[in-house]
């Protein structure tokens, strides 16, 4: 054991902050930062009138 350890950084706006985990298993952290769904484009119908 060497101490206390610390490191911080910036997310993307692509990570999904909700869905952020981090484990310590046998002296290794594991971080999994899951990316945010993308937002599929909505089709929508305009009625066009003539002048």
Known sequence: ?????????????TVDQ???????EKGVLTITLPK?????PK???IKVKQA
Do not use: H, M
């Open 36 to 40: 945010k769904e993308e937002t599929k």
């Open 18 to 24: 909700e869905k952020v985990a981090a484990i310590c």
């Open 1 to 13: 054991y060497f101490g206390s350890f610390q490191r911080s950084f910036s997310l993307p706006a």
């Open 43 to 45: 089709q929508i119908n």
